[in-house]
């Protein structure tokens, strides 16, 4: 009895129209999400760490793209689960194109390969590309038998029943809440006068470590090989972040160029495709809310800082070229795969320069223009 109905809870989670207010949900997410992709066969995929999950909603991103979605992300994924949940997805699925965040897939020092409730045995292939003959069977214990799945199917049950009551999915997911600014008065006192045009005191650069940076990038190598070994197209991106929520905002010129030169290295090899795309600097998403008169809750960024779905929604129409306001905005992120080397160090270089408060002419004016005409996306 207890396998039936923990097995029809299964397919009533994995079904569309719950997956509308379940994908973004957190806590069954290394479980549940490979075999719901593999049911759901989308297009379109994004993986990364819950600065990914937060940002793109599976509802919102398929009709503004046009095609199936589906959001790989799971809270605090290590650069070995996003690339084993990719390769897993690549090997059972029908994607063309994948979405990887980068910040999730640099390998940080004394990190583990995974966080608990990951499991290799429920993915398609063994990490050496191998078909995984007991997927099924362990895919079935997780599913019906094990003791976690009666609380994820409890906690689904709970969330779509209060959905099809007519709660908002911005109310039922925490993907939806809202940073509140002025809980940070002096943060955001001292950010509306650098966006007044006043040095901030900020944007230091950040230190790299040369040497040990290919051995934090070894996952992403092994993504894109992956990728683009089976005629994937790849979009790369840095997480946002807002000056209000951070302590302190640093310089990161020197790790974006050498992502530059190491997908560079890739590029060639990648026959369908591979965008570098950087939206982490200041603009219409990253300095929102600090003119006079703006809203305290942000349409941008949750209470802990990640990147609400509407920013999700702006980032996708940049990378796939949809008409979400990217046609009126002048400076929303940019492939810097489309620039020569010296290009986009001076793209990057200018816009970096920003955190400390120095502005190329003209360029603080762009912002406040965006400013204006992004605001009323996702407004309360």
Same mark, same amino acid.
């Given at each position: 009895?207890?396998?039936?109905?923990?097995?029809?809870?299964?397919? +009533?989670?994995?079904?569309?129209?719950?997956?509308?207010?379940?994908?973004?949900?957190?806590?069954?997410?290394?479980?549940?999400?490979?075999?719901?992709?593999?049911?759901? &066969?989308?297009?379109?995929?994004? *993986?990364? @760490?819950?600065?990914?999950?937060?940002?793109?909603?599976? $509802? $919102?991103?398929?009709?503004?793209?046009?095609?199936? +979605?589906?959001?790989?992300?799971?809270?605090?994924?290590? %650069?070995? $689960?996003? /690339?084993?949940?990719?390769?897993? @997805?690549?090997?059972?699925?029908?994607?063309?194109?994948?979405?990887?965040?980068?910040?999730?897939?640099?390998?940080?020092?004394?990190?583990?390969?995974?966080?608990?409730?990951?499991?290799?045995?429920?993915?398609?292939?063994?990490?050496?590309?191998?078909?995984?003959?007991?997927?099924?069977?362990?895919?079935?214990?997780?599913?019906?038998?094990?003791?976690?799945?009666?609380?994820?199917?409890?906690?689904?049950?709970?969330?779509?029943?209060?959905?099809?009551?007519?709660?908002?999915?911005?109310?039922?997911? /925490?993907?939806?809440? /809202?940073?509140?600014?002025?809980?940070? %008065?002096?943060?955001?006192?001292?950010? &509306? /006068?650098? !966006?007044?045009? &006043?040095?901030?005191?900020?944007?230091?650069? $950040?230190?790299?470590?040369?040497?040990?940076?290919?051995?934090?990038?070894?996952?992403?190598?092994?993504?894109?090989? !992956?990728?683009?070994?089976?005629?994937?197209?790849?979009?790369?991106?840095?997480?946002?972040?807002?000056?209000?929520?951070?302590?302190?905002?640093?310089?990161?010129?020197?790790?974006?160029?050498?992502?530059?030169? *190491?997908?560079?290295?890739?590029?060639?090899?990648?026959?369908?495709?591979l965008s570098y795309w950087d939206f982490s600097y200041p603009n219409a998403i990253t300095l929102e809310g600090l003119r006079p008169g703006d809203p305290s809750l942000s349409r941008f960024f949750r209470a802990d800082g990640h990147p609400r779905?509407s920013a999700g929604q702006l980032m996708a129409a940049r990378m796939f070229d949809r008409p979400l306001l990217t046609d009126r905005l002048k400076d929303l992120g940019l492939d810097l795969m489309r620039l020569s080397r010296e290009e986009a160090r001076r793209w990057i270089s200018e816009r970096e320069a920003r955190w400390r408060g120095e502005w190329r002419p003209g360029a603080r004016e762009v912002v406040l223009h965006d400013?204006?005409?992004?605001?009323?996306? @996702?407004?309360?």
């Amino acid at each position: 009895m207890v396998i039936a109905i923990n097995a029809s809870a299964f397919f +009533f989670i994995a079904a569309p129209e719950n997956q509308r207010v379940l994908q973004n949900n957190v806590g069954w997410e290394r479980t549940y999400k490979p075999m719901i992709h593999d049911r759901l &066969q989308p297009e379109v995929a994004v *993986f990364g @760490a819950s600065w990914a999950r937060d940002a793109f909603d599976y $509802e $919102e991103i398929s009709n503004l793209l046009g095609r199936s +979605f589906f959001n790989h992300a799971v809270s605090g994924g290590f %650069p070995y $689960e996003n /690339r084993r949940f990719l390769q897993s @997805a690549l090997a059972g699925g029908r994607l063309d194109t994948v979405v990887l965040n980068l910040n999730s897939f640099i390998r940080h020092p004394r990190q583990t390969q995974f966080q608990y409730g990951f499991n290799d045995g429920l993915l398609n292939v063994h990490p050496d590309g191998s078909k995984n003959a007991q997927k099924g069977w362990n895919r079935f214990f997780a599913a019906t038998l094990s003791g976690a799945a009666v609380g994820n199917n409890l906690s689904a049950y709970s969330i779509v029943r209060k959905f099809r009551a007519g709660t908002p999915k911005e109310v039922l997911l /925490r993907a939806y809440d /809202r940073r509140d600014f002025s809980s940070a %008065p002096a943060r955001l006192h001292h950010w &509306q /006068r650098v !966006l007044a045009g &006043q040095p901030s005191g900020e944007g230091a650069p $950040e230190a790299l470590d040369v040497e040990a940076l290919p051995r934090q990038l070894d996952e992403l190598a092994e993504a894109l090989r !992956l990728a683009c070994a089976g005629g994937v197209r790849v979009h790369t991106y840095w997480t946002i972040s807002h000056p209000v929520i951070l302590d302190y905002v640093p310089d990161q010129q020197q790790l974006k160029l050498a992502i530059w030169d *190491f997908l560079a290295t890739w590029k060639s090899r990648c026959a369908a495709g591979l965008s570098y795309w950087d939206f982490s600097y200041p603009n219409a998403i990253t300095l929102e809310g600090l003119r006079p008169g703006d809203p305290s809750l942000s349409r941008f960024f949750r209470a802990d800082g990640h990147p609400r779905p509407s920013a999700g929604q702006l980032m996708a129409a940049r990378m796939f070229d949809r008409p979400l306001l990217t046609d009126r905005l002048k400076d929303l992120g940019l492939d810097l795969m489309r620039l020569s080397r010296e290009e986009a160090r001076r793209w990057i270089s200018e816009r970096e320069a920003r955190w400390r408060g120095e502005w190329r002419p003209g360029a603080r004016e762009v912002v406040l223009h965006d400013l204006d005409a992004s605001a009323l996306h @996702a407004k309360p």
